[in-house]
């Protein structure tokens, strides 16, 4: 089937290619783009039975206004904020809350004053003013940015004219990381090409051959960016800005891997056949099987992210899965197409020349494989012990790992987000910026003032918190309605955090509050039901599903994995082994990560998403090199012994898997020219996972564990098994014997 398909192929290569150059142009004129889809502010950033999210509704129906906001603009002026200055501030707020600012009438807004969350309470003049801005429901992210810039610009900024007024918040952050992203998406782009272009044409020793790998890498990005866009707009997920650097990583690096798997076979059957549409041919024919199951192991494992109940997590795995197909449909087709077409032209200076099967002379690199593979065979348990014990090692560091969600402080430092929130943090403490709610309920509570007033002191005391704002604040000087219901049987409280609202240090301390609420309001008020709400109890909440989707995506991505490599390699033991080898790398990329970004730069936590995120695309890339690697073992033991065919066929891949694991790595490093920590955390685990993949377990490991399991490693199928042994016939023998004496 495979040689009838190559021979298709090579036949309709002309077609193919003008074909593949016009999908490409009607899907970037025909289908939306990543921005197009996005379809919410927070939209699938958050689970979907949030706790959080319900008590800020059930918030918002008891009491007379909402407190919380994700959007705070920020006045500050360093010498002080004058009486007249905190007055006019105030005055434009009720103008704003009236509805008499122009193209702001369905903003509204309420003071944070320095006596509630500020570092200095007594402070006078106050040098800072939080003005927190609340928008119906109906407005999206970008409505609400740019209402909260109109404010600070066009209303605010000329009650202080010599101090600094800009927005910060969680809605203004995720606005200027999709910024960010685009501007500096291109940057990506234009280094991961440049790399590639060089890389593959030193590879080749041609100009031509990289430029024919680039048309396959845009065609695949422009099919499948849109594809991606418009199947999130079908499945109704915002799809994420953060996804589309990913994929670009992945595409890019795929497309290539596939092609230099491709051009290096290609070579060699040019050199033995001489006939360009034969060595294509052939070439497709004997890596088609390869190269589709690999994209399927991929593609497989990047969609048990479905599972997951985090509508961001699961906006990666079709998204990802669609890359890797799109990816190998390119490339089984177009690159084929384009060989059969420049024939010997495309390894332009040089020339293959012809020689037989098994004459060529290895290079330097080609030896020292040889060595470290034949090593590893002939000795499989040493190797298996030192190759485990240096993962184990590099993994330690993951034992240390914090999580957050540093959406903020994660931007580039000079970006305004994250200057008005260095500005709100001299004048207040960083909880003020996103304070955490807590709202009790019972019947006719509002009454049991003494009870409420001891419930307050209770959680002032508690570790981490600065300030509470609650029925014992001074009730007289809040409207009814703030803090105590309208219905008397509710009763909010507003906790101001020490620790940066959205960091690992604020996230395990609302995690213990909210353990520990039960006693507080037991001893305080009797029966009473608890809720929390606010942005650090969202992401809180967001960490704990991340965790909790860990469990159930990593066994359906390892079983995806397993039964892909089961059906290709129609055995169950290799499966396994291979499946257990494939996490030993992103558990050691992720120890090395936690390593440097939290010991080395000192950085409080990785960002929630990225542990996930990187251990699937690791896993699943892995499986490219497993699939690559043990699919010539297999064939070469069809011949001869299986150590032997181990260290020929080990050997022969080796150089290929590096060079494909140093692009594939390069291509996720580039990630980190995006100044935002999340890309520059997940660029670095996946270029250190793909390197530690490519030339310790894939070189190393896999083939001391081959050569350890032996012939067992094929079990129960027939694929892989002794060679037969030929017993001397003694009879054939004698009578050659007899003949030659009776001739003498």
Known sequence: ????????????????????????????????????????????????????????????????????????????????????????????????NRGELPALRQTRGFPIPNAIGGRRPSEDPPTTLLV????????????????????????LQEIVPGGYVDVTGAIPARAEQSAVIEDHLPLVEIATLLFILVAVGFYFRSPLAPIVNLVAVALAYLVCIRVVALLGRTLGVSVPSE?????????FGVVTDYTLFFLSRYRRKMSETGDPRTAATQTTAELMTIIVTCGMAVAAACSALFVAELGFLRAFGPGLAMAVLVAMAVTVTFIPAAMSL????LFWPARPRRERPGTATPSRGDRVMRGLVTSAVRRPRRTIAVCLLALAAMSSGALFMHLGNPIIRGLPSDSAPTVAYAQALRGFVPGAISPTVLVVERDGVVDERRALVRLQRLLAAEPGVARVVGPASNPASLPFGAVLARNGDAARYVLILRANPLGAGAIERVRRLRESIPDLARSAIADA?????????????????????????????????LLVLVVFLRGLVAPLYLVVTAALAPLAALGLGVAFFQGVLGHGELSYFVPVAAGVLLVALGSDYNIFLVGRVWDEARRRPLDEAIISAGAGAARAISAAGIVLAVSFAAMAIVPIRSFQELGFIMAVGLLIDAFLVRTILVPATIAFAGYHSGWPGRWLKRPPVRRPNVRRRRRRQRRREERA
């Open 1 to 96: 089937m495979t040689r009838r398909v190559a021979t298709f192929i090579v036949r309709m290569r002309v077609a193919i290619v003008v074909g593949w150059v016009a999908l490409a142009v009607a899907a970037t004129l025909a289908l939306p783009s990543i921005r197009e889809a996005q379809v919410g502010s927070l939209g699938d950033l958050v689970p979907v039975d949030a706790a959080a999210i319900d008590t800020e509704k059930r918030a918002a129906e008891l009491f007379a206004f909402p407190v919380l906001s994700r959007s705070v603009v920020v006045v500050r002026d360093p010498s002080g904020l004058t009486i007249r200055q905190q007055a006019r501030v105030i005055e434009r707020l009720v103008e704003l």
């Open 132 to 155: 927190a801005l609340l928008f119906p429901p109906d407005i999206g992210q970008s409505g609400r940015n740019d209402a909260a810039r109109r404010l600070a610009e066009e209303h």
């Open 243 to 251: 996804v589309q650097p990913v994929i670009v990583a992945l595409l």
């Open 342 to 345: 420049l024939g010997s032209a």
């Open 529 to 561: 039901r608890i809720g929390f709400a606010g942005d650090t109890v969202l992401s809180q909440e967001t960490i704990d599903g991340t965790v909790d989707d860990l469990w159930r995506v990593v066994p359906a991505v390892l079983l995806a994995v």
